[in-house]
T-cell receptor, first 114, second 114 residues
């Protein structure tokens, strides 16, 4: 069975500082990986996805993530955060045999302070 | 504008009553999903449907029911058998074709049962 672990439940960071949100997954087959963002009382918005190819994936709002197969990780990074990046971030995984069902991590709340 | 709509945004019910949450999409997606979100637990899959008139239980289907009579609609009924129904409910859809695995989310319905 697949599982996703987001290692930090909350990450406080000052504005304009870099940030990394960590995500590890467990799966015995090739996977597809996603990062979503959720602002308070809203639905989830896709930030970026890894399906195949280059292991460095760029997404919206200046975010990027790197797929590391040997470490089964898919960490999300941004070189300089803004107050508006304050939100909850979810890592998710699926694979072809899983019928497109996504398995989500518990989420990481990013708090950007001025 | 294409997208997913969920109504209402907030819903209040008395314990013992059944309640139906609406989810409509105009993205022409084949697959639709219902998730429940509780603080610190990420998203948990309740039911999903990959084609009209067919649906499968997810990880936490007990106390819930769904129907899929039309491609664009996937209503969720929270029955009185659901022991702890107060939560944020999210509907999603996906094209369900090879090479496209991401899901698109609606804005959510916050259900409070007292």
């Amino acid at each position: 069975a697949q599982s996703v672990t987001q290692l930090d439940s909350q990450v406080p960071v000052f504005e304009e500082a870099p940030v990394e949100l960590r995500c590890n997954y467990s799966s015995s087959v090739s996977v597809y990986l996603f990062w979503y963002v959720q602002y308070p009382n809203q639905g989830l918005q896709l930030l970026l996805k890894y399906l195949s190819g280059s292991t460095l994936v760029k997404g919206i709002n200046g975010f990027e993530a790197e797929f590391n197969k040997s470490q089964t990780s898919f960490h999300l990074r941004k070189p300089s955060v803004h107050i508006s990046d304050t939100a909850e971030y979810f890592c998710a995984v699926t694979h072809m045999e899983y019928g497109n069902k996504l398995v989500f991590g518990a989420g990481t709340i990013l708090r950007v302070k001025s | 504008d294409g997208g997913i709509t969920q109504s209402p945004k907030y819903l209040f019910r008395k314990e013992g009553q059944n309640v139906t949450l609406s989810c409509e999409q105009n993205l022409n997606h084949d697959a639709m999903y219902w998730y429940r979100q509780d603080p610190g637990q990420g998203l948990r899959l309740i039911y999903y449907s990959q084609i009209v008139n067919d649906f499968q239980k997810g990880d936490i289907a007990e106390g819930y029911s769904v129907s899929r009579e039309k491609k664009e609609s996937f209503p969720l009924t929270v029955t009185s058998a659901q022991k702890n129904p107060t939560a944020f409910y999210l509907c999603a859809s996906s094209p369900h074709r090879q090479g496209s695995y991401e899901q698109y989310f609606g804005p959510g319905t916050r259900l409070t049962v007292t």
